[in-house]
C-alpha cells in the first residue's frame, strides 16, 4: 500500500515536479495549488503526510497548518521553503512539523526524507490523520 501524501505549493513547475517523482517513488501523491483548496481536499479525504510550501499568495504554509488543526487533523509535515525558517521547537511541535526541505536539494533526498519519516511514523510515533 503506497503512502498518500497532499503537496501544497502556488509554482505549478514545483508541484509538477514533486509530484511526477515521488509518484515514481511509489507514493500516492494528490497537489493543491493554494491553501483555500487544500482544505476542501482535505475535508473529504486522508493522508499520511504534508508537503507545504511555506510561502503562498492569500495563505500561508503556517496559516495552512493552523487551519488543518482546527478540523483535528493531526499528519505529519514537512515544509518546502527556498528561505530559512526561524521558528522555536514548540511552535514546530504544535503544527506536526517534522522537516524543512529547501526547494533546490535533490529529489532522491527529498524521497528519502520523507521515506524515514513515514517509517517511523508505522513504528508508533505521532502524527497520523485522527478524525473519525
Excluded: C, H, W
Excluded at 9 to 19: A, S
Excluded at 20 to 48: H, Q
Amino acid at each position: 500500500m503506497s503512502n498518500k501524501i497532499l503537496l501544497v505549493d502556488d509554482e505549478e513547475i514545483i508541484r509538477d515536479l514533486f509530484k511526477e517523482y515521488l509518484t515514481e517513488e511509489g507514493f500516492e501523491v494528490k497537489a493543491a495549488s493554494s491553501g483555500k483548496e487544500a482544505i476542501e481536499i482535505v475535508k473529504g479525504e486522508t493522508f499520511d503526510l504534508f508537503l507545504v510550501d511555506l510561502i503562498m499568495p492569500e495563505m500561508d504554509g503556517v496559516q495552512l497548518l493552523q487551519e488543518f488543526r482546527r478540523f483535528m487533523i493531526d499528519v505529519p509535515v514537512i515544509l518546502l521553503t527556498a528561505y530559512g525558517v526561524d521558528m522555536d521547537k514548540s511552535r514546530k511541535e504544535s503544527l506536526n512539523i517534522r522537516g524543512l526541505i529547501p526547494k533546490g536539494i535533490p529529489m532522491a533526498e527529498v524521497s528519502e526524507k520523507i521515506k524515514n519519516l513515514l517509517k517511523g511514523e508505522e513504528n508508533g510515533e505521532k502524527g497520523k490523520d485522527t478524525r473519525s
